[in-house]
């Protein structure tokens, strides 16, 4: 599958800077990226849904989300009727390269509404983080 990013990490408790759906109330971008200022290291986003990925500034190079099950229920020659997404198919599943951004979206483990999947297998994203200094070795 490949590196999905190579960047510093530091982990730090960032339980101020999710960044979830409006149904939530946790769904304000410019408060989570004012959160995620006062924090070192590289600048990560998890948001429940892919949808503010357009929204999100360059300087958050990496947006992890989940929310649309990859479809859940699709067709066996591709796509789902429908996605839970405001931009259809757009960030439904996958890795997107974007605007000088990456996008991750996984289909997760569980279902939403029906208990059920088809054509669209549960899965589990292992993404792999390096620091720069290994990408100048490669």
């Known amino acids: ?6 960047v510093n990490v530091w982990y730090q408790d960032t339980s101020d800077t999710v960044f979830e759906t409006p149904a939530t109330g946790r769904d304000d971008l410019p408060a989570t990226l004012a959160a995620m200022d006062r924090l070192r290291g590289a600048r990560i986003l998890l948001s429940h849904s892919p949808d ?5 500034p360059n300087s958050v190079p990496l947006v992890l989300a ?9 067709y066996p020659w591709g796509g ?3 996605t839970m997404s405001d931009y259809g198919d757009r960030y439904s599943c996958g890795r997107v390269d974007e605007a000088g951004k990456v996008l991750v979206v996984g289909a997760g483990l ?3 509404l029906l208990p059920m999947r088809l054509f669209t297998q549960p899965q589990v994203w292992l993404v792999k983080l390096e ?3 290994a990408r100048a070795v490669r």
Do not use: E, K
């Open 1 to 6: 599958m490949g590196i999905i990013a190579r």
């Open 52 to 56: 503010p990925f357009p929204n999100v």
């Open 66 to 74: 989940g929310h649309t099950h990859c479809g859940q229920i699709a």
């Open 80 to 82: 789902a009727p429908a």
């Open 110 to 112: 569980g279902t939403s």
């Open 131 to 133: 620091p720069q200094a």
